[in-house]
C-alpha cells in the first residue's frame, strides 16, 4: 500500500529533522544566539512535523478505504509495513528524544520538561494512525471466524504493545485468511 510507504518515509523523514533541527539551531546559534537561519530550521521543523502527521491520517484513511473495499491484502501489507518497518523509527526516536529532553531539562533546570508531553503525543499519533490497519484487519479477522482476542484491538493504538501484539498476531493467526 503506497500510502503505508509514504507514512514510513516521512515518519524517518521526521526522525532526520528531529536530530538535524536542534543540532542544527545549537550549532548556528551556539555563540550568536538565534538567528534568522535559527528560526528557518525551527520553522522547517515543525512544517515537517505537520506534514508527517496529514501523511498518517491520509494513510489511515487509505485503510479506511481498503477495508471498505474489502482489499484485506492491501489492508494487511500497510499493517505489516507501519509495524514491523517503523521498529528501528521507534527505537531511534525515543533514544534522541530521551537524550534531548535529558539535555533540556537539566539545562533548564526542570524548566523545559513542561514541553515533554508534545513529542510524546506527536509519536503517539503515529502509533495510532498505523494502528488503524492493525484494528481494521483484526475486526476483519473477527468477522471471518478468526479467534483473535479484543485485547490486541487495544493494543494496536498502545507503544510497544503495538509491535508484541503484531508479532503474536503474525506467528499465530492465520492472517492470509482475509486476504
Not at 501489507?77 to 535529558?102: A, D, M, Y
Request: hydrophobic share 60%.
Amino acid at each position: 500500500m503506497r500510502a503505508a510507504k509514504r507514512f514510513l518515509a516521512g515518519m524517518y523523514l521526521h526522525l532526520l529533522f528531529s536530530i538535524a533541527a536542534p543540532v542544527g539551531i545549537l550549532y548556528i546559534g551556539w555563540n550568536v544566539g538565534w538567528t534568522v537561519l535559527n528560526v528557518a530550521l525551527l520553522v522547517v521543523y515543525i512544517i515537517v512535523v505537520i506534514l508527517v502527521q496529514i501523511l498518517g491520517w491520509l494513510s489511515a484513511a487509505a485503510a479506511v478505504r481498503a477495508a471498505g473495499e474489502q482489499d484485506w491484502k492491501s489492508l494487511q501489507n500497510g499493517w505489516r509495513t507501519l509495524k514491523i518497518q517503523s521498529i528501528p523509527f521507534h527505537i531511534l526516536n525515543f533514544i534522541w528524544s530521551f537524550f534531548v529532553w535529558f539535555c533540556l531539562a537539566g539545562a533548564s533546570r526542570g524548566v523545559m520538561l513542561v514541553f515533554v508531553p508534545i513529542p510524546i503525543a506527536v509519536t503517539w499519533m503515529m502509533v495510532l494512525q498505523s494502528g488503524i490497519y492493525g484494528i481494521l484487519l483484526i475486526r476483519a479477522l473477527r468477522r471471518q471466524g478468526e479467534q483473535v482476542s479484543r485485547l490486541h484491538t487495544l493494543f494496536q493504538i498502545l507503544p510497544l504493545l503495538d509491535v508484541l501484539s503484531t508479532w503474536i498476531m503474525l506467528r499465530r493467526i492465520r492472517i492470509s485468511s482475509a486476504a
